[in-house]
Structures are given as C-alpha cells and as structure tokens.
C-alpha cells in the first residue's frame, strides 16, 4: 500500500465530509506447525488448511473455497459467520494445486502452482466486481523430479559427476535461501513502512470524524430551505459515489496486501516441500547407490562361490575321471591276472604233461641204461657171443635213439610252450 495514496483518499473523506473508512490491516499471522514428519515427499499424506476471507476488514460469510489438482476438484468448503473455512484433502501427493476463492459479485481469486502444507494458514480479502485475479506461485518440483531420476540412472557410471552436482545444487540453494532472507527483509520494512502509514491514515480519520461532527453542527444552525436541502441531497449523493470509489479502491488494495502476504506463505510452504523433496530425492539417491553396491558385493560373491563350484566341479571331474581310469585299470589288470592265472593254469597243465612225458623217457632211459649195464656185464664176462651182443646193443641204441628223438620232440613242445606262455 503507497502512503501517499492513502493519505489522499482520506483527505478527499474530509473535504466531503463522508463516513469515516474503516481500515482493517492484519500486518503479520501465526503459522501452523506442521505436526506430521514429512520425510518423504512421496508418502501419501492427509493435509488441512485454513482460509480466512473478508472485505474491507470484515469476515465474509458465504465464500466458496476450492483446492483444485489438473482441472479436477478434489475438495470445497465455504466460509461461515467468522469468514473462516477448513478444508482437508485425504492422500495429498505433495503435486502443485491450485487455490479458489470464490463467491458471486465480487472477482474469483486464484493461487496457482502452490504446495500444500498441513496446518497452513492463508488470509484473503474480496474484491467487488467480476473477473479473476490470478497469483502464480513459481515451484521446482519438476526440475528436482527430474534432477533426481537423472541421478538415479547415473548412480552407477558416473558417481563423481553426481557429487559435483550435489555441491552446485548445495551452492544453489543457499543463493537462493540468501536471496529469500533479503526477499524477508525487505517485506518487513514495506510492512513497517504500511504500519506507519495506517497510523497516519487513522490520526486523519478521527480528525474527519472530529470535523464531521462540527459540520453536522453547522448543518442543523442552517435553515431548512428547499435550496439547502437541495444543496445537501447533491453533497450526499457526490459524497456516496466518492465513498462507492474509496472503498473500491480500498477493498482492491487490501486484496492485493493480503495477496502478497499469501504469495510470500504460499512460497514458503513451496520451498519448505521442496527441500524436503531435495532430502527424499538424496535419501533415494543413497539407497539406491546401497543397494547397487550390496548388488555389486552380492554379483562379485555369486561369482566367486560359482568359480570355486566349477573349480571343485573340475576337479571332482577329473578325480571322477582318475578313479574312472583306475577301475579301468584295476578291471584291466584283473581280467590280465584272470587270463595270466588261466594261461598260468593251462601252462601248467601242459607243462606238466611233457613232465610227465619227460619222466616217462627218463624212466624208459633207465631201463635201456639197465639193459647197457646188462650187456656190458654179459659182455666183460664173455657169457654172450658177439652177434648177440651186437644184436642187443643195436636194439639198446635203437631204444636210445628213440629216446632222443622223443626227447627232442619234448625240448620242441616246450619251446613252443614257453613262447606262446611268454616264459623264459
């Protein structure tokens, strides 16, 4: 509100000696405290706001407040006798809405991009006359949105680059927490400047009444003719459009005071969603570099059990192939010792035939040995003639050569025997 325009106003009041304004300026309000932990941005939440709405410092009864989400009604409530209306919404999702207050004859009033904050109160004075007077509410909640999923898709290639970001978006936010300190600052000083203003404006005001009272005065010591009434009807009737035009005038300025202070809540609230977003948004961003690093330990793990599974699996295989080849040797040199035993055994047995073959001739040779003896004795004593003798001895020689040849026929079987048996 400009200092030099209220003063104006109220001194056109005097000089028309008009009913007093009354000027209603609420200069701060209490903020709720928001009584749920919002740690997470995500989390569906049930949210309650309070909208108080008058005109001209009065409450207004009757006024239709809306929250609005994407063109769509999502709850309404009207004002009552102290110009006061709750509304809550259940399953709030922390999206950008928009705020309407509205009743017939006077101009609709729209917030737009704000924030829901439980506990919140806002404050808002009515305008006559049609059309809408619409406040925007700026809010990052898209770029942090996307901020956060870029980050989250790059958690794992590019870390170092995600840090950098961190500290430019650190940076960022404490220009912009500075840039909202002075923003504080100077509103206070414009509110200061408005208080001293009022209390100007209200020194004037008891100076009109004061005056008013006078010319009241004046006004009964001065005859009753048609001219004067006429006089007074004209007076009255410029005064009613002055003061029709004042509180126009005035009901517009409080409007936009109250628009302002709204604006500054709304922001607030924005900015405080925002930084809890930021948090969810980190808190995310950690849990998933947790579980991308659990799952790296847990793949790097899984490798690790399944290279020591095929290196047992390997060796197990090999051992398997060891002990296989061992039966089969074991096999082998069982059915070779089998075989050895049978061709041991049928060695044996053959052996022993020319033994006994052998031991046959050895016998026959003793007995043709015996007959040699018996001629040699007949002979060295002369008991037989020489034709005899040599008859004998050709028979001895005969039995002898058959002998040897039989021998040799034996030495021959086991020749042959040894080397089909291998045996030296």
């Known amino acids: 509100m400009k200092i030099m325009k209220i003063k104006k106003l109220l001194t056109l009041a005097l000089i028309l000696v008009g009913i007093p304004a009354v000027v209603s300026a609420k200069t701060s309000f209490k903020e709720a405290t928001l009584t749920n932990d919002a740690t997470s941005i995500n989390l569906a939440s049930s949210v309650t706001i309070s909208v108080e709405v008058t005109y001209l410092g009065k409450p207004m009864e009757g006024v239709m407040v809306s929250i609005l989400s994407d063109g769509k009604t999502l709850v309404q409530g009207t004002t009552g006798g102290n110009g006061k209306a709750d509304v809550s919404v259940d399953n709030y999702d922390n999206k950008s809405i928009t705020l309407s207050i509205k009743k017939e004859g006077y101009k609709t009033q729209l917030m737009t991009g704000m924030r829901l904050k439980n506990g919140s109160k806002y404050e808002f004075s009515m305008v006559k006359g049609s059309g809408t007077i619409t406040t925007e509410i700026g809010s990052d909640s898209g770029k942090i949105e996307e901020k956060s999923a870029k980050n989250l898709e790059k958690i794992e290639s590019d870390r170092q680059k995600d840090l950098e970001k961190a500290e430019k978006s650190l940076e960022k936010a404490e ?219 050709e028979k001895i020689d005969e039995d002898h050569a058959d002998l040897d040849e039989d021998k040799k026929d034996l030495e021959k079987d086991l020749k042959k025997l040894k080397k089909k048996y291998d045996k030296k």
Do not use: H
């Open 175 to 393: 220009k912009k927490e500075q840039d909202a300190k002075n923003s504080s600052e100077k509103s206070e000083q414009e509110i200061r400047e408005a208080e001293e203003a009022r209390k100007e404006a209200e020194a004037i005001r008891k100076e009109a009444e004061q005056k008013a009272k006078e010319s009241e005065k004046l006004e009964e010591e001065i005859t009753n003719t048609d001219d004067a009434k006429k006089q007074r009807e004209e007076a009255a009737k410029q005064r009613e459009e002055q003061l029709k035009q004042l509180e126009k005038e005035k009901a517009e300025e409080e409007a936009e005071e109250k628009g302002k202070k709204a604006k500054k809540k709304a922001k607030k609230d924005s900015k405080k969603s925002e930084k809890s977003e930021k948090k969810e948004a980190k808190n995310k961003e950690q849990a998933a570099k947790q579980k991308a690093e659990k799952e790296a330990k847990e793949r790097e793990e899984a490798k690790a059990k399944e290279k020591a599974a095929k290196k047992k699996a390997k060796k197990e295989k090999k051992a398997a192939k060891k002990a296989k080849k061992e039966r089969k040797a074991e096999e082998k040199a069982k059915k070779e010792a089998e075989k050895a035993k049978k061709a041991e055994e049928k060695y044996q047995k053959k052996l022993g035939k020319i033994v006994k073959k052998q031991s046959k001739i050895e016998k026959k040779r003793k007995k043709v040995n015996k007959s040699q003896k018996k001629l040699d004795k007949k002979i060295r004593k002369e008991k037989i003639d020489a034709d005899d003798a040599r008859k004998e001895q």
